[in-house]
């Protein structure tokens, strides 16, 4: 028995339940999180030619990555438990879970990409935030894909400085996406707010459903981060290398399924600027559009005259109201005066 081996032996013979239960309960986990996504992405099929073609091609290169891993994660742990039963060395080897590099960015990196062209176009283009965005997703990517790279010819013990790197980097510039992508959703959204509380409502159940997908995949590197800066290379970090892209995929499956949802609901919303008795007049309508006489009164030397003038409050369904929400539009004079117009 070679002392690697020898030392590998005694190293999960320690605590068999935290060096190997991670390895088989990510096994599980993965295909739970698998069967989630397939179910959402059946779902997203029903309406994915809504789409444009962009956001259908970084969704489908997510889910070829999420089968990919998966079925990479059988083949790991066939090697482990079958092929290979009885040998320890192969538990503190990287030659096949440092592969997660590669396959993680499959879909971690196209799931962000939709977020930030997302964030990109919900606060109106702004190009600033998206050249931030894509240097933290280019950091990520150049940390998982060198740490690949360098440690698949190592074991654990044997990590240096720049195979450490390498890894912070991965997840450390993922949660920086992750934070500067949630903020500026957030933002925007709240910056789209019409005024009118039935839009409004709309917009916050947007913010809702943005928040409730990108936090738990922020969590997630969080832990990945900090439990390999406590302890190196684990089998718990392995466990999270295995989840952590189908955590990113489900959440995203998640908002565009939420939001073809709110789309269909048949609730039509009236869009228009003017003045304060227009925007307290106008309401949730059912059909067709209603007309508004306001009176406005003229001072006068001779006293003061009403002035009658007429408004007709076209309304936009929920489709529309989501569409321009998520391109900012809401709170914007020149598209409102366009539904007015018409």
Known sequence: MSDEEQMARLKVTSNPGSNLGPLVLGLGVDAIL???????????????????????????????????ATIFTWATSMHMFVYNYGQYEQFTSCDWIAWYGVLDP????????????????????????????????CGSLTGSVGYTIIARTKHMAQFDTITNVFFYLWPGSCICADVLITSSIMIGLYRSRSGYEHTDVLVRKL???????????????LLFFAQFASTSMTSIVQFIAIIHPKVYLTGCLAVLNSRESMRERKTTYVVASGSGALGSSCSRLTKGAISITTETYVHSDGGSVPAKENYDCPFVDT??????????????????KKFVLE
């Open 207 to 221: 913010m809702r459903i943005s928040l409730e997908a990108q936090v738990p995949p922020t969590i997630v590197a």
């Open 106 to 137: 499959l879909t971690k990196l196209s799931v962000q990409a939709f977020y930030a062209e997302r964030a990109w176009r919900i606060n109106k283009r702004n190009y600033f935030i998206l050249v931030a965005i894509g240097i933290c997703l």
């Open 34 to 68: 698998l069967g989630i996504c397939f179910h959402q992405f059946i779902h997203y099929c029903g309406h994915h030619t809504k789409e444009v073609i962009h956001v259908r091609l970084l969704v489908y290169l997510a889910c070829i990555g999420a089968l990919a």
């Open 319 to 336: 489709h529309d109201v989501v569409e321009m929400a998520e391109r900012g539009d809401l709170d914007t004079p020149d598209q409102e």
